[in-house]
């Protein structure tokens, strides 16, 4: 069965770091793109970047490039998401993804 | 960008009957490959999206047959035959013809 499963959520201050993790399972990794998407509470579904199957590439949107970056290790089937510089705006849950497959989302909530 | 501009429904819509969700881009998804970089999702309360439809018409593994897609480069629709109560929930289309990904804001359906 093909599984994803998000940790490293939580709260944090305005300005601060975070690291998501994804696990995946029940499928070749190394295979695929990978992708991390958000919904802040109450709203609708925003894209936050994806990563080429080697890691070689990686796409943001404007409203985080520069603060977030998404990395791999096909070793130990992980996705990663590196969130720095956070804002009160990017307070959602994140979830992890892959060809229409979705984890069940970890939440980010940025307040001080 | 491209925009994914989504129409609502008459809510709530009886169960037994059909609905159909419009989506409408600002650029064709339609590929000189011949394929149409379009997705659905239903999203029901409390739970991460569920792929239902892909390439624009193409049913995801396990969807049921009541669901279908069809459209142009530019105007798109998910129909539903004889809503369940099991249909509930928001659904959103999504192009994926080029970055950044984006999202119609989502359409709600609730059943009588």
């Known amino acids: 069965e093909v599984q994803l499963v998000e940790t490293g959520g939580g709260l944090v201050q305005p300005g601060r770091s975070l690291k998501l993790s994804c696990v995946a399972s029940?499928?070749?990794?190394?295979?695929?793109?990978m992708s991390w998407t958000r919904q802040a509470p109450g709203k609708g579904l925003e894209w936050v970047a994806s990563?080429?199957?080697?890691?070689?590439?990686?796409y943001y949107p404007d409203s985080v490039k520069g603060r977030f970056t998404i990395s791999r290790d096909n070793a130990q089937n992980t996705l990663y998401l590196q969130m720095n510089s956070l804002r009160s705006e990017d307070t959602a849950t994140y979830y992890c993804?892959?060809?229409?497959?979705w984890g069940q989302g970890v939440m980010v909530t940025v307040s001080s | 960008d491209i925009v994914m501009t989504q129409g609502a429904l008459p809510n709530p819509v009886p169960s037994g009957e059909s609905a159909s969700i419009t989506c409408q881009s600002s650029?064709?998804?339609?590929?000189?490959?011949?394929?149409?970089?379009l997705n659905w999702y239903l999203q029901r309360p409390g739970q991460s999206p569920q792929l239902l439809i892909y390439?624009?018409?193409t049913r995801a593994s396990g969807v049921s047959d009541r669901f279908s897609g069809s459209g142009s480069g530019t105007d798109f629709t998910l129909k539903i035959s004889s809503v369940e109560a099991e249909d509930v929930g928001v659904y959103y289309c999504?192009?994926?013809?080029?970055?950044?990904?984006?999202f119609g804001s989502g359409t709600k359906l609730e059943i009588k």
């Open positions: 993804t892959r060809d229409g497959v």
């Open positions: 029940g499928f070749t990794f190394n295979n695929y793109w």
């Open positions: 999504q192009q994926f013809l080029e970055y950044p990904l984006t």
């Open positions: 650029k064709s998804l339609l590929h000189s490959n011949g394929k149409t970089y």
């Open positions: 390439w624009m018409s």
């Open positions: 990563i080429t199957n080697s890691g070689g590439s990686t």
